[in-house]
């Protein structure tokens, strides 16, 4: 009897088995109570008793050698059908079903009204203009005509920096601090282009004070400034209402009241409807003062054609962003809230 000639077959055999049919065959032939290994241990009672001492133990370790090509077998043929969905436990697949939502990031409401504000003005000729956060007292106050010991300088309470260090190039004011409005960047532009000009210049603000629904410590503007031989209110007022048409792309009602601003003479403020009724302030604006002008190197005149005139404005981008998305306080854009965000 030749146990090793009957292993080598049974795993020959084995492996060329693809199908559950053919493996319980397999097994009946070699395994099963009358099979080749059964058989085996059978004729171990005509022998000797050394013999069937010798033979007996070889036949054992031959049955689990078996056993184990079938076992390796098996389990291959069920984890085959399994993946190909045909066992019974198999997963069904229904191509009908909608598939999961991926979740995606999207722009902040505070972006997508900055966005839409620098690209309705740039529609209109306005060319983006950039100045810096961390400001001098110079570009910040006094060059747009706020007197040392204006109560201006504390209405807007300002972040001052303990560090006075000069800034790079920066002989005029050697006092820092964070820049309470964009309309610096008016100055700053005047100095190095000359007019005409139309340019806007959004970024972001700092107020030393409370927080309440309608003011935050930290927000944004957009700064507006045209320049030219001939610019008046009336330009300032079409061009403002042209604005909030595409902007809230309604005929929202606007209003434009006095205001006073040392940077603007005469200064209104504009104050928009809310959908609930109420006037809520959305900007400051003026026709540029002549000190000003002087302040950039420009020559300045109250009559057409002597001298520069323009109109300068500084929209709140939080107070556009809530009225137009209905949002009923300020401090919600910067909780970074996701049950907020995802509404946008
Ligand atoms: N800078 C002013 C503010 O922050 C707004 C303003 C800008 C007013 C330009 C007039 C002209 O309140």
Redesign the pocket.
Known sequence: MDLTELKNRAKEEIEKIVDLKSADDFFKKYLGKKGEVAQIFDSLKDLAIEEKKAIGQEANILKKEIEEFFNTKADELKNASKQAGLGHKAEKIDITRPGQKIQRGHLHPLTLAMNEACCIFQTMGFEIAQGPELETEWYNFDALNVPKDHPARDM?DTFWLKDTRTVKNEIKSSKLLMRT?T?PVQIRYMESHQPPLRIIAPGRVFRNEATDAKHGAQFY?L?GLMVDKEVAACNFKAIIEEFLKRFFKTNIEMRLRPGF?P??EP?FEIDVKRPDGRWMEIM???MVHPNVFRAAGLNASVKPGLGWQGF???VGIDRLAIVKYKISDIRLLYQNDLRFLQQF
């Open positions: 807007q409005q309309s503007q700064e601003f940077f603007t200064s400051g604006a003026g300068a404005f500084g």
